[in-house]
Every structure is written in structure tokens, then in C-alpha cells.
């Protein structure tokens, strides 16, 4: 893919993120924050917290399994080689899925874990590829704001995109506690629920957790390498000016 192919997508994606929710999205949000509604204050703050840590352990914990950034390399050589991890990461991730769903409802339980931590793993590898250090904290930062717009409904969506095509953002968080963990986790919570629900059913659970842990990596996959092409243009006036993040 040339660098002029690669703008026209990210451009098209551009587009895409930045729609006003449709009636079905709206509709949605709304049973959806009807749904939370009926969950104990307590419970909410069990998995909001739950969630920041499981994150914040292999997202800001993890140094010794870091790459070291790539320093060459054509836009098109490097997302070769993205895409090429990415289909690793997405058959580990069917595998996985197809494990803990065959093994019924206590298995498909630890797949929440197992999961979260494959596709954060992905996010380093994609990071590190299109030249980034992600031993830094604000480059760890970036990752978790691709994993919420990959995540999220679309309005949660919008918002996020507009501080990826800002970065970096002056208001963002300076530390890991000072992120929303809240939205995140609801976001994320509620965008699998209803594609991991069946896993936990007997007999179908195996095949459902495969389709779906593959088709996640893939949506996660596929949004680092947007939110990537936008930096890469950005980064480089010569080729094309900061894109709209309006």
C-alpha cells in the first residue's frame, strides 16, 4: 500500500469516527446506562477498580517485555510487519477463546484476564513497530486511549478520538490514577458483553469464544494502526499536514 492509499483510509476512518451517534447507537447508550443503573454503587467501584489494576499491570508495570522501538522503515514496511503480529496476536487470541468457552462457565470466567492482557501486548508490539518507546508514560498513555476507542460506543468514541488526533493533549492525565477508569471500564465492559455473553453457554461456548476473541483483536488491531497512520502523517509535514481533529 502507498502512503497516498494509506492517507485515503485513514481518512475514511476519520470520518467514521467522528459521526454523530445513529438512533441505534443512542438507543443502545441508553438501556445500556439503564442497565448500569441497576447495579450497586459498590459493585461499580469493585470493577472500575478490578479493571484499573488488571490494566495498569501489564500497561504500566510491564518494562522487561517491551520492544525496542523500530528506527527505520517505510510506512508500507512497517505495516507489514504490524499486520503480521496482528495475525499472531488475533490466532493466539481464537485459541484462547475456544480454550476457556470449551471449558465451561468457571474457564470462560478467566478469559476476561487472559484476554485484556493479549490485547494489551498487541498494542506494545504495534507501538514499538511504528517507532514509539513505550517505556514511557505518556506513550503507555496513548495505548489506552486506542484500546477506549476501540472499545466504546460512539459517542464515548468521538471524544476519544478527538484527544488522539490532538496528541499530545494538554489535559491529559499525568498519572495513571488520574485516568477515567470509570467510563473505561463501562465502555469496555458494556461494547463485549454482548459478544462474550455466550461463551459462558455449554456446547457453543468453544466456537463463540473463538469468533469472538478474534474478531476483538482484529477491531483493536485495526484501530492502532489508524491511530498510528495519524501520528506518521502528522509527524511528517512534508508528506501531509496535521490531519482535522474536528
Known sequence: MTDQQALTDLRTWQQRMQRKPSLLNRFTRLVQARLNALLPEKLHRALTVAIQKMVQGVLFGSTHTTR??????TLAEREA???????AYRNTAAV?????????FLLSLADFPLLLGIKLKLLFDIAALYGHDVRT???RLYLLY?????FSSQHTRRETYRQLAAWPVAEA????????????QQEYRDYIDLAKMAQLLPVVGAAVGAVANYRLLAQLGET??????????SESPSLNPKPDPA
Open 81 to 87: 510487519r504490524v499486520r503480521a503480529r496482528i495475525r
Open 224 to 233: 492502532a494502526i489508524m491511530c498510528y497512520r495519524l501520528r506518521w502523517f
Open 146 to 150: 486506542i484500546f477506549q476507542l476501540a
Open 68 to 73: 525496542q522501538p523500530v528506527q527505520e522503515g
Open 137 to 139: 508514560f505518556s506513550e
Open 173 to 184: 492525565p499525568t498519572t495513571a490514577d488520574a485516568f477515567d477508569w470509570r467510563t473505561f
Open 96 to 104: 484462547e477463546g475456544g480454550a476457556t468457552g470449551a471449558g465451561g
